[in-house]
């Protein structure tokens, strides 16, 4: 995790009498990794007049004291504040051209230019023309700085419709003649209790954070503002929380089988699209319909359709179809195998995916993820807001035929699950590797009869399996026959061919050769 502090000044600005190698020392006391500074450097009049003078050349001298003393301690980036520098762009421009600068750190001071000068967001007004004034001054402000007019999104509750919202177009559109300050509004109701009720002091119904930051953990908090409709009055009880851990748990448990299964995997050599399985396909072809239902939703300010919707991938597609799949590849199948690495390019797709689509929401956990997660040499391991969003991974994708063929085997799953519960219930089987089923499918899933048997047996996860076509479908379960690998557990007439190995099937046994040696 990077700590860092990135809004600092030194004895070098007006406003601070702090040495930099006591910033330093006290930042690495604390056990930042990171010490930003950001002078103040645009020391100007409310005309533009430069009032003092920001000495570059005693910049240097103290900050190469500070680099020799803590520069392999600390990351120390050399930044600026602007604050008076949209008043005049020479200024700027002269700032943005010294050399060494690593970033500029925006604020907009001093918009107010009547009452000494004052901040704007410091001021109160006692009348509304007061306001309408300060207003003017505000755009005036956001004019004069390419990129801020107008706003992209206005963000406040159900009753600025009438309020900020108003008074600002009003304003906008009567002083300047073009139209709405802001491209896009948006609206939230209100924090209520469990029941719907306002929360009030003297009803005790009122929850504090810092009692969910100390219970939950403060991305609960997030997960919860990030799942709820906010269009409308939002919930908020114990009740509530204890529902949504189980949520964020799963999301948890999804990434530590990923990592889990992902060590030592390199990400800059990911199997091909022409080499991956199909059932490998599947998963990515369902990820690249996430990816594009989160876009879209982030797009529109959907938040809770983020949430809900990578859930409801992490339970019903990964959790009880895909990951109970390729268990048996990632821990039996060959360490560097095409059918394993094939399996991890997916798992590996789907978690780098998914870290960067709910980093948004769950920003410490997501960062949590990123930084154990293996990363192409591309990608900026440090942290995972650093990075862009993913885009859908066409070249991976099934075709709509393909996808729905694999629609049918998952309803399929579903029969056989229910005939195997029955065998077990009948003490036929014990667990389901312990079963060889026989299939009848009609003519519309006649596919499955010209599968690979074995291939079709793992995705049943089954040890055999055997397919016929009809006029309806059928399945029957009966014990196996052959004798169980100690290895992988499934039951096979071919376990014991081997010599070497006489308790394992050819798969694990060839792997077994493979193993080194621990003397």
Same mark, same amino acid.
């Given at each position: 995790?990077? %700590?860092?502090?990135?809004?600092?000044?030194?004895?070098?600005?007006?406003?601070?009498?702090?040495?930099?190698?006591?910033?330093?020392?006290?930042?690495?006391?604390?056990?930042?990794?990171?010490?930003?500074?950001?002078?103040?450097?645009?020391?100007?009049?409310?005309?533009?007049?430069?009032?003092?003078?920001?000495?570059?050349?005693?910049?240097?001298?103290?900050?190469?004291?500070?680099?020799?003393?803590?520069?392999?301690?600390? &990351?120390?980036?050399?930044?600026?504040?602007?604050?008076?520098?949209?008043?005049?762009?020479?200024?700027?421009?002269?700032?943005?051209?010294?050399?060494?600068?690593?970033?500029?750190?925006?604020?907009?001071?001093?918009?107010?230019?009547?009452?000494?000068?004052?901040?704007?967001?410091?001021?109160?007004?006692?009348?509304?023309?007061?306001?309408?004034?300060?207003?003017? !001054?505000?755009?005036?402000?956001?004019?004069?700085?390419?990129?801020?007019?107008?706003?992209?999104?206005?963000?406040?509750?159900?009753?600025?419709?009438?309020?900020?919202?108003?008074?600002?177009?009003?304003?906008?559109?009567?002083?300047?003649?073009?139209?709405?300050?802001?491209?896009?509004?948006?609206?939230?109701?209100?924090?209520?209790?469990?029941?719907?009720? +306002?929360?009030?002091?003297?009803?005790? !119904?009122?929850?504090?954070?810092?009692?969910?930051?100390?219970?939950?953990?403060?991305?609960?908090?997030?997960?919860?503002?990030?799942?709820?409709?906010?269009?409308?009055?939002?919930? $908020?009880?114990?009740?509530?929380?204890?529902?949504?851990?189980?949520?964020?748990?799963?999301?948890? !448990?999804?990434?530590?089988?990923?990592?889990?299964?992902?060590?030592?995997?390199?990400?800059?050599?990911?199997?091909?699209?022409?080499?991956?399985?199909?059932? &490998?396909?599947?998963?990515?072809?369902?990820?690249?319909?996430?990816?594009?239902?989160?876009?879209? +939703?982030?797009?529109?300010?959907?938040?809770?359709?983020?949430?809900?919707? /990578?859930?409801?991938? $992490?339970?019903?597609?990964?959790?009880?179809?895909?990951?109970?799949?390729?268990?048996?590849?990632?821990?039996?199948?060959?360490?560097?195998?095409?059918?394993?690495?094939?399996?991890?390019?997916?798992?590996?797709?789907?978690?780098?995916?998914?870290?960067?689509?709910?980093?948004? /929401?769950?920003?410490?956990?997501?960062?949590?993820?990123?930084?154990?997660?293996?990363?192409?040499?591309?990608?900026?391991?440090? !942290?995972?807001?650093?990075?862009?969003?993913?885009?859908?991974?066409?070249?991976? +994708?099934?075709?709509?035929?393909?996808?729905?063929?694999?629609?049918?085997?998952?309803?399929?799953?579903?029969?056989?699950?229910?005939?195997?519960?029955?065998?077990?219930?009948?003490?036929?089987?014990?667990?389901?590797?312990?079963?060889?089923?026989?299939?009848?499918?009609?003519?519309?899933?006649?596919? %499955?009869?010209?599968?690979?048997?074995?291939?079709?047996?793992?995705?049943?996860?089954?040890?055999?399996?055997?397919?016929?076509?009809?006029?309806?479908?059928?399945?029957?379960?009966?014990?196996?026959?052959?004798?169980?690998?100690?290895? $992988?557990?499934?039951?096979?007439?071919?376990?014991?061919?081997?010599?070497?190995?006489?308790?394992?099937?050819?798969?694990?046994?060839?792997?077994?050769?493979?193993?080194?040696?621990?003397?």
């Amino acid at each position: 995790m990077i %700590l860092a502090d990135c809004h600092t000044h030194s004895l070098c600005s007006p406003d601070s009498e702090a040495p930099m190698p006591a910033m330093a020392q006290r930042a690495a006391e604390l056990g930042l990794t990171t010490l930003c500074l950001t002078d103040h450097c645009d020391l100007l009049s409310l005309e533009g007049e430069r009032t003092l003078t920001y000495d570059w050349a005693a910049v240097e001298q103290e900050r190469k004291k500070m680099l020799d003393a803590f520069g392999t301690k600390l &990351d120390l980036p050399m930044g600026l504040e602007f604050g008076m520098a949209h008043l005049v762009p020479e200024t700027a421009e002269t700032i943005l051209s010294q050399p060494g600068l690593d970033f500029v750190l925006g604020s907009c001071h001093n918009m107010d230019e009547k009452d000494g000068g004052r901040d704007f967001y410091m001021l109160t007004y006692d009348t509304l023309d007061q306001c309408y004034a300060a207003l003017d !001054n505000y755009f005036a402000s956001m004019q004069k700085t390419e990129g801020f007019w107008p706003a992209t999104v206005y963000l406040e509750g159900l009753d600025q419709y009438r309020g900020w919202f108003q008074s600002s177009l009003l304003t906008a559109v009567g002083a300047l003649g073009k139209g709405a300050p802001f491209k896009e509004c948006v609206t939230h109701g209100w924090t209520v209790d469990g029941e719907g009720k +306002a929360m009030h002091k003297s009803l005790g !119904n009122g929850m504090d954070p810092a009692e969910i930051f100390d219970k939950y953990g403060a991305d609960l908090l997030r997960l919860w503002a990030g799942s709820a409709d906010y269009h409308v009055d939002v919930r $908020c009880s114990d009740e509530i929380f204890k529902q949504l851990s189980q949520n964020y748990l799963k999301f948890r !448990n999804t990434c530590k089988f990923c990592l889990d299964n992902l060590v030592g995997f390199d990400a800059d050599h990911l199997v091909q699209p022409d080499e991956m399985l199909p059932l &490998d396909k599947w998963a990515v072809t369902r990820l690249n319909t996430l990816i594009e239902k989160v876009f879209a +939703a982030y797009d529109n300010y959907e938040f809770h359709v983020v949430s809900h919707m /990578i859930n409801d991938f $992490c339970v019903v597609d990964l959790s009880s179809f895909y990951f109970d799949i390729i268990k048996d590849r990632l821990y039996c199948g060959e360490a560097s195998g095409l059918e394993r690495r094939s399996a991890q390019t997916a798992v590996w797709l789907i978690l780098d995916a998914m870290t960067r689509m709910f980093a948004p /929401i769950l920003a410490f956990t997501c960062d949590e993820v990123w930084l154990a997660m293996p990363h192409r040499s591309a990608d900026d391991a440090r !942290n995972v807001l650093f990075n862009e969003m993913v885009q859908p991974y066409r070249g991976y +994708a099934l075709t709509e035929e393909e996808m729905g063929k694999w629609a049918r085997i998952a309803a399929l799953r579903t029969a056989v699950n229910g005939a195997l519960e029955q065998a077990r219930a009948d003490k036929t089987i014990g667990k389901s590797l312990e079963a060889e089923v026989d299939l009848t499918v009609t003519a519309e899933d006649a596919f %499955l009869a010209d599968m690979d048997a074995a291939d079709l047996a793992d995705t049943l996860i089954v040890s055999q399996v055997r397919v016929d076509v009809g006029a309806e479908q059928a399945v029957a379960v009966r014990p196996a026959a052959g004798a169980k690998c100690l290895r $992988c557990w499934k039951v096979l007439p071919t376990v014991g061919s081997d010599a070497e190995h006489p308790e394992l099937c050819p798969r694990c046994a060839a792997v077994v050769k493979d193993l080194p040696v621990i003397e």
